[in-house]
C-alpha cells in the first residue's frame, strides 16, 4: 500500500470515528430527547384529559419537563460517577479490554520514557551492585523489571490483556 493509499485510508478511519462520535454523542441524543418529549406529550398526555388539562399546548411540557428533567439527569449521572459501583465497573473493563495498558503506547512512552526508565534501572543496579546493596531477590526483581521493559520496547504485551476479574 502506497504512502498515499494510507494517508487516506488513515482519513476515512478519522473520520469514520468522528461520524460516530458526534452522530451518538449529539445527533442521536438531541433527536432522542426531542422525539421522547413528542411521544410523551402526543400518546399519553393528550389522551388522559387531567393532564391535557394542565398542559394544553406542547412547549409548555417541553419547558418543564426540561426544566425537571436536566436536574435530574445531572443528579442521576453524579450517582452514577460518585455513589455506585457501576462507573468503576465500566472503568476496569475499560482498561482490561485496552491494549495500551498492557503494552507501549507509540510516541513518547515508547521512545523516551521507557528507555529513560531502562536506564536508570540499570544505573541504579550498577551502583546498588557495586555497594553491595542488593540480596538474590532484589536482583531477580531487577531482572525481571528489566526483562518486562525491554519487552514492551519490543512492542510485546506485559499482564494479561482482556483477563475476566471475577
Do not use: C
Not at 451518538?24 to 393532564?51: C, D
Request: glycine share 6%; charged share 20%; net charge positive.
Amino acid at each position: 500500500m502506497g504512502r498515499r493509499n494510507l494517508v487516506s485510508s488513515r482519513l476515512a478511519f478519522r473520520a469514520w470515528y468522528y461520524f460516530r462520535l458526534g452522530y451518538s454523542t449529539y445527533l442521536t441524543f438531541l433527536l432522542g430527547y426531542v422525539s421522547t418529549l413528542i411521544t410523551v406529550y402526543y400518546l399519553a398526555i393528550k389522551n388522559m384529559p387531567s393532564l391535557l388539562d394542565v398542559f394544553p399546548h406542547f412547549v409548555p411540557f417541553a419547558v418543564l419537563a426540561t426544566v425537571v428533567g436536566v436536574p435530574v439527569a445531572i443528579a442521576l449521572g453524579w450517582v452514577h460517577m460518585k455513589r455506585s459501583g457501576l462507573f468503576s465497573s465500566e472503568a476496569d473493563i475499560s482498561v482490561e479490554a485496552n491494549p495500551y495498558q498492557y503494552k507501549l503506547a507509540p510516541g513518547m512512552s515508547k521512545e523516551v520514557m521507557t528507555p529513560s526508565t531502562l536506564m536508570m534501572l540499570k544505573m541504579l543496579r550498577k551502583i546498588a551492585e557495586t555497594n553491595g546493596l542488593l540480596s538474590d531477590s532484589e536482583k531477580a526483581e531487577m531482572d525481571d523489571l528489566e526483562k518486562k521493559l525491554l519487552t514492551l520496547l519490543d512492542g510485546g504485551y506485559v499482564g494479561l490483556p482482556r483477563r475476566a476479574h471475577f
